[in-house]
């Protein structure tokens, strides 16, 4: 019963919270002040009441006693209806008088003496009066006895009746009264508390309305909000209420606006950016955006972007660090993702691209903000670069590699001119003879297609790709070419290769390259510390490779002149050489850092000048 | 929002309404008592001796006269009426004790012939709580008349319109401005004095001097020596014959003789045999024409009330007071009359009411309504003429 009821009540609007609660609250007090009043009226009026009772038997005693002893009856009788007179009666139902032997001398009764009530109400001997509520016709009424005594002994008795209902008629019209005037209070209050009810939500209701019209994005609501409250004043509460209300649009107006001008900036900059930007779900990778840019390096019209797998277009593997930062933090900083890594446009071209990635919050989803920007230009001047320089390597060794094709050359050469001399001297030449010789020219061109055929493959132009190579492949490559020519030059070359090397992700050419140039530092570092002690210095490399935990190393060792410590930290820059001027260009080890770097490679240099220098390069090794 | 409102002042109107629930009367069931299949009885508390005996006795006579001939002829709608009478000596406690009797032990259905105000005057507040009709005071009272009271029914003018009548008479035509008054002490006394205050005023007049005396006795002597003593034109006089007479003889005595003019209740009958032969000037307001005025100028209600008199009572002489009481029999019967055979209190005073102009033979009409419950408005001078009260129409 009374749980839905609150429960209604809790549905009300504030409005009629407000008219209930207050009419509930009046209707309570004016019950409990109704109840209180009946209390207190209905206590006072009967003391009153038997107060009033007492008075008049009390006189009436008191003038009775002579009529009483001669028995004066028409007198006693007169005497009591006397007391009955006017207002009184409605107030005293009856008056008798009863002589010590209980006798009824006079009674006021238009109709036969009630006998029941004549010994009803007896007083006790020491006391002069008494009081008893009895029954008389189904009206409630007090019976007042006052004895009458004559010197210490009693005569008599009158007995006054005094209506209870006298009193209940008195309490009812107490109580129209009250209760009208409390219909008119609660009336009133109801009014009062309808018309405060409207007043307090009558602007609520407003501003409820009008946050509804922000929230739908309308936000001229100033004079609106104004209209009507001009009325209250500064103190008012809701006045004030809707005054920072007003403050707080303003704010969110402004804060919208400045909203607005950096997405503004920041959808130009990512329309308009040169790189290509992706948003992704960060989930599934699914791409949710992309910019112009984007479809233009990859050839995707965006239609086709959008949905399509990032890792479609190319690899996008994260490490654990990024993986876990990306997967707690809902935004967080840029970091690079991986670098010249290749990717394919839509016609199947790859491209190289910088990956770098940033975790943000995109239309209510974890996304991520991906930039590929597009090396693949660099790339090219690198592989071009490189190039260049395997060419100028080329060109250093051209003397070396002129005079190793020269031994076979020669050796065919010695067999021609042995037949030739053999026919001209008409001796006979032996088949065995024969044989021999065929089977050694054979061999010197073999020999010299091997040597043309390094060189060609050490020249090609490649691509930068990954594949496993093992180690000790280029090494040997690079020997074949150039081993020669070292121990021409007096340069005692060691490997201590290590068999069964884990393979590595590079490139054999590239590779080749860095171990020739590092040779040829090498050689040039030995000869360089001839020239400048001129002194018969012990002249060898020393060529290593082994693992070192998860790495791939090859160490290149020289007993060369060694690295200045001054400019150790300059040896890796473009154009830094310390050779004479027209002899190198200082580009060989900027090459080679960078391809060691290409591959996830470390280079790392121990020299100790005048005595030698090693350089450390250590690969991730594949599994 | 609306509903609430409605419950809320529904729930307060029910609130009011339980409040004003009065209770019932548990006497309005009590109509009819004193009423068999052949008798009506009514009861009656009267002076049958003593100084105003002559008053009650005569009041009685005339009015039985005409209750027995009316039994005689059959009663009324079968029912012979009886009347059951107490002495009261003029004693107002003793009327008071009769009159409980009357109700609670005689079970009268109505009070009939009272005589005297004081008497009539106490048995009020029972006659008001028994509901019990009471005809035919023989009082002018205005305690009997305002405030207004269902139960009670005037048959005779007041004495407000005596004495207003008689000052009218004295200061208009007699051109007496020095007027006393002279009366009894208690309610009677009071309610003339207060007729003749009331009257002298818009002449902007008021009593010279008023003289009293107590009731039952004849200590008028020094009443008159007062009213002598502010040298009074006229005195009016509300007593019983017999202080009255004294007062006169008295007066005539020590050779003050103004105007003396007495109200009805005087008993002039009675007076003028108390006086006898006087030359005083002497006026007494009637409210019943004489019996006997002249052989030529004869009414004949009085025709018809002296000759049952001298059928029922051969011993009385036809009197004012007699006649009075006679006539309030005739207004008793008539209302009886006209109740019909399903008789009580209320349809009979609702039958009392319904009178309008009755011709009772005595040159004035009856007349009632539920707001005025006296019968007759007249007032007749008359003067005391050769020992006996006659009939001056100026």
């Known amino acids: 019963m009374a749980q839905p009821l609150i429960d209604s009540i809790k549905n009300r609007s504030l409005k009629n919270k407000i008219f209930f609660s207050v009419t509930v609250v009046i209707l309570l007090i004016s019950v409990l002040i109704a109840l209180f009043t009946r209390w207190i009226l209905i206590s006072t009026l009967t003391s009153e009441l038997k107060l009033r009772g007492l008075g008049i038997g009390y006189s009436i005693a008191e003038s009775c006693r002579s009529y009483l002893l001669t028995e004066d009856i028409p007198q006693l009788t007169s005497l009591i209806f006397d007391a009955r007179l006017g207002a009184r009666r409605e107030l005293v139902g009856y008056v008798f008088i009863i002589d010590k032997q209980d006798r009824i001398l006079a009674h006021t009764f238009i109709r036969d003496f009630p006998a029941q009530i004549a010994t009803a109400n007896r007083i006790d001997p020491e006391k002069d009066h008494r009081i008893q509520l009895m029954t008389m016709d189904n009206d409630k009424v007090y019976d007042v006895a006052v004895a009458v005594n004559e010197g210490i002994y009693r005569i008599g008795a009158v007995h006054v009746g005094l209506y209870k209902k006298h009193i209940d008629v008195l309490i009812n019209k107490l109580r129209t009264t009250f209760l009208g005037f409390v219909s008119v209070v609660i009336l009133f209050f109801f009014i009062i508390s309808h018309h405060l009810a409207k007043t307090i939500t009558r602007p609520i209701a407003k501003l409820t309305r009008v946050s509804d019209e922000i929230s739908r994005g309308i936000f001229d609501i100033e004079l609106k909000m104004e209209n009507g409250l001009e009325r209250s004043g500064d103190k008012d509460e809701v006045r004030q209420l809707s005054r920072s209300f007003i403050n707080m649009t303003n704010r969110i107006k402004e804060s919208q606006a400045k909203l607005k001008e950096s997405d503004n900036k920041y959808r130009s900059l990512f329309a308009s950016g040169p790189n290509p930007i992706f948003v992704l779900d960060r989930q599934s990778l699914n791409i949710l955006s992309a910019n112009p840019s984007a479809e233009e390096t990859f050839g995707y019209t965006r239609e086709e972007l959008v949905g399509r797998l990032f890792t479609d277009l190319g690899p996008f593997e994260l490490s654990a660090d990024q993986l876990l930062t990306f997967s707690t933090q809902p935004t967080g900083r840029v970091t690079s993702v991986s670098s010249k890594v290749q990717y394919l446009k839509k016609n199947g071209e790859a491209i190289y691209v910088n990956v770098h990635a940033c975790p943000v919050h995109f239309e209510n989803k974890q996304a991520l903000i991906v930039a590929t920007t597009d090396i693949s230009e660099m790339v090219e001047k690198d592989s071009q670069l490189i190039q260049a320089s395997k060419m100028t390597t080329l060109g250093e060794m051209s003397a070396g590699i002129a005079h190793e094709l020269n031994q076979p050359l020669n050796a065919i050469k010695m067999g021609s001119d042995f037949l030739e001399m053999m026919i001209e001297k008409e001796m006979p030449v032996t088949e065995q003879q024969l044989f021999q010789i065929v089977r050694e020219v054979s061999s010197q061109v073999d020999r010299a297609e091997g040597i043309i055929r390094r060189l060609r493959d050490f020249g090609r132009k490649t691509d930068f790709t990954k594949e496993k190579i093992f180690i000790n492949d280029p090494i040997i490559s690079v020997l074949d070419i150039i081993g020669r020519q070292l121990r021409l030059q007096n340069i005692d070359v060691q490997l201590q290769l290590t068999e069964n090397l884990p393979a590595i992700l590079a490139h054999h050419n590239r590779m080749e390259q860095v171990i020739f140039n590092l040779l040829t530092n090498a050689r040039d570092a030995i000869n360089l510390k001839e020239e400048s002690t001129l002194r018969n210095n012990q002249r060898t490399i020393v060529i290593r490779s082994y693992t070192d935990n998860d790495r791939v190393v090859v160490c290149v060792s020289d007993t060369g002149i060694g690295i200045d410590p001054t400019v150790k930290d300059q040896i890796f820059e473009a154009f830094f050489t310390t050779k004479k001027m027209g002899e190198g260009m200082g580009l060989g080890l900027s090459i080679t850092n960078g391809i060691v770097e290409d591959y996830g490679g470390k280079i790392q240099i121990d020299s100790i000048e005048g005595r030698g220098t090693t350089f450390h390069l250590s690969f991730p090794m594949v599994p | ?394």
């Open chain 2, 1 to 394: 929002m609306k509903r609430s409102i409605i419950i809320i002042l529904g729930v307060l109107t029910s609130m009011m309404m339980a409040c004003t629930n009065t209770p019932e009367d548990p006497l309005s069931t009590i109509l009819s008592p004193g009423i068999t299949d052949d008798q009506v009885r009514v009861g009656s508390s009267l002076a049958l001796g003593g100084h105003a005996g002559y008053l009650g006795t005569q009041t009685l006579h005339g009015a039985l006269a005409y209750i027995q001939h009316v039994n005689d002829l059959g009663g009324i709608h079968g029912r012979r009426i009886h009347v059951k009478v107490y002495d009261d000596g003029y004693d107002p406690p003793r009327c008071v004790t009769n009159t409980q009797k009357l109700i609670i032990e005689d079970k009268v259905f109505a009070l009939f012939c009272y005589v005297g105000t004081p008497t009539t005057v106490k048995i009020l507040p029972l006659v008001d709580e028994a509901r019990i009709p009471v005809v035919g005071m023989f009082t002018g009272a205005n305690a009997l008349r305002e405030p207004h009271n269902r139960y009670v029914i005037n048959v005779r003018a007041s004495y407000y319109q005596e004495t207003g009548a008689a000052v009218k008479h004295l200061v208009e035509e007699l051109k007496l401005e020095r007027i006393a008054v002279f009366y009894q002490y208690d309610a009677y006394g009071f309610d003339g004095l207060k007729g003749t205050e009331i009257a002298l005023r818009p002449y902007g007049l008021v009593p010279v001097a008023t003289g009293t005396y107590i009731r039952g006795t004849l200590d008028v002597a020094e009443g008159l020596r007062k009213i002598m003593a502010a040298g009074a034109e006229a005195v009016v006089m509300i007593g019983t014959y017999e202080p009255c007479a004294k007062f006169i003889r008295l007066a005539s005595q020590k050779g003050f003789s103004p105007v003396f003019y007495n109200v009805s209740f005087v008993g002039a009958d009675e007076l003028a045999r108390l006086l006898g032969d006087v030359d005083e000037k002497i006026i007494v307001t009637q409210v019943v024409p004489p019996p006997e005025v002249s052989e030529t100028q004869q009414l004949w209600g009085a025709q018809e009330y002296i000759e049952l008199l001298r059928r029922y009572y051969p011993a009385d002489r036809p009197n004012f007071v007699s006649l009075e009481g006679y006539i309030n029999a005739k207004v008793l019967v008539e209302g009886l009359k006209r109740a019909g055979r399903d008789l009580n209190r209320e349809t009979f005073i609702n039958s009392i009411e319904s009178i309008h102009n009755l011709d009772l033979g005595i040159d004035n009409l009856l007349s009632f309504s539920a707001s005025d419950h006296q019968g007759l408005e007249r007032v007749y001078f008359t003067y005391l003429q050769d020992g006996k009260f006659v009939w001056r129409n100026h």
